[in-house]
């Protein structure tokens, strides 16, 4: 039983929703008319982030922190708002860190998981919708199946960030097969780049940042000296890694799309699992060029070795979504690097004031 003071309103429960694209992704869920509440523990982000969402979509952000772990805060989550769906981002995602500490991930990212799905049972709760990663596609994968489509060999990944995807994807699986009338749809995201146009949230990550896009941006603005591009002997068009870059705002996007295909008279398991990229792929010294060209600054860079564990090629073929959600990216590397230097360019601290 509900209590009296639950709010009648069906409510998105967005988990993670402070995040990089948790955030984003509010602000299209809100300019879709959909009402959320996000549920977070702030570990790796700021309640500044949601700030500022409530600035561009000119409404206060429903906010209660807490664990996925937490059983109790969720529950309590659950009795005061009426949870029609669940968009699933909390997490964490360190690959690097994921190697050091695996249980710290396992027990985050698949006990989260769990500890969120039986609190959805017992609130009747039967939407999801899960972000997993183009990383669930192994090495031997991405060599023979590029453009990679969704059913691609996955599994046997190189990390424990990767398995905790890997796992979850099945344990959905699993959950579904169990549940009469639960729903999945699970995100395979490529790699998302950018920000908000407004260039007042973006992408914030703690300390030196892992990922390529954040790293070029904090050099660009003068706080790194030079990037170093991990490798320059790859089979590819320039010899440098290639990746599917995709706007957080197109990814955002997307999970709009799944949140209408959860609810349709049309959603089908078998279409329910998409990856969500532009299909096109792009090289390191690609995404330098098109940065320095959008932000009139040089990006000092220096070819070093291979980084353990990466691969040549990676990127989509991602007709899947267009055909099941009608979604399809539609911003190019410009707009992304424009986007990201906006944001950097505004917030050298991140979300620090
Ligand atoms: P992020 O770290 O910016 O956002 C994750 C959010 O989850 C953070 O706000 C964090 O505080 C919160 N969180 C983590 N553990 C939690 C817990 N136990 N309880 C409550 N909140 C918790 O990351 P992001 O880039 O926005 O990624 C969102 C999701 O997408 C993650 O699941 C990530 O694995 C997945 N993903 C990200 C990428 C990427 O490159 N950014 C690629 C593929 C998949
Ligand atoms: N990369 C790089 N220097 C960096 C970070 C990344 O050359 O400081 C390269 C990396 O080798 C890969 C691409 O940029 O080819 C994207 O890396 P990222 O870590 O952003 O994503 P992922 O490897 O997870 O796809």
């Known amino acids: 039983m509900k209590p009296a003071e639950a709010l009648k309103n069906a409510y998105i429960l967005v988990t993670g929703g402070a995040g990089y694209i948790g955030s984003h992704t509010l602000v299209e869920l809100s300019s879709a008319g959909y009402d959320f509440v996000v549920y977070d523990n702030l570990c790796n982000s700021s309640q500044e982030a949601l700030k500022r969402v409530s600035k561009i979509i000119n409404k206060d952000v429903k906010f209660e922190q807490g664990d996925i772990r937490d059983k109790k805060a969720l529950q309590n989550v659950f009795e005061k708002y009426n949870i029609d769906s669940v968009v699933h981002f909390a997490g964490l995602k360190a690959v690097g860190e994921s190697v050091i500490k695996p249980l710290e991930y396992y027990d985050n990212n698949v006990n989260g998981t769990l500890v969120l799905l039986s609190v959805m049972k017992e609130h009747n709760c039967k939407k999801i919708v899960f972000s997993s990663s183009a990383t669930v596609y192994n090495e031997v994968t991405t060599k023979n199946y590029i453009p990679l489509k969704e059913d691609s060999p996955t599994g046997a990944t190189t990390n424990p960030y990767g398995r905790t995807k890997q796992f979850i994807e099945e344990i959905l699986q699993d ?166 230097w906006k944001w950097q360019s505004n917030n050298p601290k991140g979300y620090e004031t």
């Open 175 to 340: 959950f579904y097969i169990s549940e009469l009338d639960f729903k999945v749809v699970t995100l395979r995201y490529f790699n998302p780049v950018g920000a908000h146009e407004s260039g007042t949230i973006g992408e914030d990550p703690n300390g030196v940042p892992n990922n390529l896009m954040p790293f070029i941006a904090q050099t660009a603005v003068g706080k790194r000296e030079y990037l170093s591009v991990f490798g320059g002997d790859y089979d590819t068009y320039d010899g440098t890694g290639v990746r599917d870059y995709i706007h957080v705002v197109d990814l955002a996007n997307a999970h709009v799309k799944a949140l209408k295909y959860i609810s349709s008279a049309n959603f089908n398991i078998k279409n329910a699992t998409l990856n969500i990229g532009t299909g096109q792929g792009n090289s390191v010294l690609s995404m330098i060029k098109a940065f320095e060209k959008v932000s009139n600054k040089k990006v000092l860079y220096k070819i070093v070795k291979r980084r353990e564990g990466d691969i040549a090629k990676c990127f989509a073929d991602a007709s899947l979504a267009k055909e099941v959600l009608g979604w399809q990216a539609t911003k190019n590397i410009e707009t992304m690097c424009k986007d990201s």
